[in-house]
């Protein structure tokens, strides 16, 4: 537990000072593979709970998939596409706003950590809610 509150304290963590655009970057690409672990861990929790949910809702036809395969290979790339348009943005804001603080960086990660958890989670919560309503007897 103590690692793991560590490790996010570390995320969170401001560039060190003075922050210029290679410190920016380096803290950035630095965090690129806690993301992606974070991401991914999530992100394949959802899909056993979207893929249960949708299986077991009786929406499927015949031979149906519940996931596109192809969208598993695409969202890791957009994900990271993403992640680099972090720190597209954070660069050339310093260098605009030279009393940006320091602070900006990590709330910035961490605006997008969490859009991203919740775009890899929504279908798991979407159809997971519709499961409950069916169980509930709400939806059929």
């Not at 499927?60 to 290979?73: S, W, Y």
């Amino acid at each position: 537990m103590k690692r793991i509150r560590h490790t996010m304290q570390w995320l969170f963590t401001a560039p060190q000072e003075p922050v210029t655009t290679r410190r920016v970057i380096g803290w950035w690409e630095l965090r690129r593979l806690p993301f992606n672990v974070i991401l991914g861990s999530i992100g394949f929790l959802a899909l056993l709970l979207f893929t249960a949910c949708i299986e077991s809702a009786g929406v499927l036809q015949p031979g149906e998939d519940a996931v596109e395969p192809l969208a598993l290979l695409i969202v890791p790339l957009v994900a990271n596409a993403a992640y680099t348009g972090g720190w597209l943005i954070d660069a050339p804001l310093r260098r605009m706003r030279r009393s940006l603080s320091p602070s900006f960086t990590p709330q910035l990660f961490g605006l997008g950590l969490l859009f991203s958890l919740f775009v890899v989670s929504f279908p798991a919560i979407l159809w997971g809610s519709y499961r409950l309503l069916q169980l509930l007897n709400v939806l059929r």
